[in-house]
């Protein structure tokens, strides 16, 4: 019983100087594999655990930075945000921490925040195409923020536009910046400008699901409901068929999927084809009502709602074709 005993607390002894002996780039791959595999807290916690008990020659950035990655791959934008401010503050100069400080304050929507830590990224010569990018795409969030004052809305509409034409012009395969624009001129009304960009979009690089449902979405602001039900429903499918590779990915594939099946199925009511119409509802009440997955978000339960209306529609158009042929 000893003996066990003694070779139990060398065996332990052994295991803590194997973990003390990993190196930093060891580690870092570790975590970065686990995380892969899903296991998120686990790889937090390996990450946390150097942290809060460094080797004497270790670089802590890139554990920091890489702590600050996955919480942001988490949608925990809080906790990564704590990550890249320490970094920020220990390192002003280092433009990835603000520029990851700005992802993280928008993730939080604090978008005039984040706008500064990506102007600070700029300074230091980060990717100017991608900053512009950014704070376009900032801008637009606040030009379409209920509470913005109508002045502010058409000032910050006007900054998201010159931002995003200039990453465009600095890079023209900037397709982020592209769909943003776009997006502008959508919410503007300008729709037929609109489904140009979405459209060069979709021949830089085909078949994305959101680029197909932007798509769909000008058509049918357009009144061309059968480009738009084929574009629709092309994205819905996809996402359908795909897997997200987080929990952020999952969100994302809900919201575009539920959007893109009840434009669809508004379509469809259009075109007098009411069962495919009912069909697309039913998926969209289906993802919207699941009690085993988070699906609680704005658009899940905006397109939600519309689906209950459009269904109530067909019901009672179902209703007089019935009272009609008595």
Known sequence: MRRSIRLAVCFAALLAATASAESLEELLARSE?????????????????????PEPDDNLIPVRGTLGDIYLEMAKPDKALEQFDEI???????ARAHYK????????????????????????????AEIRGRIGFNYSLLANLPETAT????????????????????????????????????NLGEFQLALDY????????????????????????????????????RAAEILAASKPRTRTDAQVHRDVEVFA????AECLIALNRAA?????????????????????SREVDRSKLRAEELLLQLDAVSAANAEATR
């Open 261 to 264: 099946r009840v434009r669809a």
């Open 88 to 94: 920020a503050a220990e390192h002003p100069r280092y």
């Open 151 to 186: 002045a502010d809305r058409r000032r910050y509409a006007e900054l998201a536009r010159k931002s995003l034409t200039r990453a465009i012009q600095l890079d023209p395969s900037n397709l982020s910046a592209m769909g943003n624009l776009a997006d502008i001129h959508f």
């Open 33 to 53: 594999a686990i995380y892969a595999t899903g296991r998120f807290e686990e790889a937090i916690a390996i990450l946390q655990a150097r942290l809060e008990a």
């Open 101 to 128: 400080r700005g992802r993280a304050l928008e993730q939080l929507a604090r978008f005039l925040e984040a706008i500064d830590a990506y102007a600070l990224a700029g300074e230091q010569l980060y990717d100017e």
């Open 276 to 296: 495919e119409a009912r069909s697309q509802i039913s998926r969209v009440l289906e993802i919207a009502n699941c009690t085993d997955c988070a699906t609680a």
């Open 198 to 233: 979405y459209e060069r979009m979709d021949r830089m690089e085909s078949s994305r699901p959101m680029t197909l449902a932007r798509i769909g979405s000008a058509y049918l602001k357009l009144e061309q409901c059968k480009p738009a039900v084929e574009n629709l429903l």
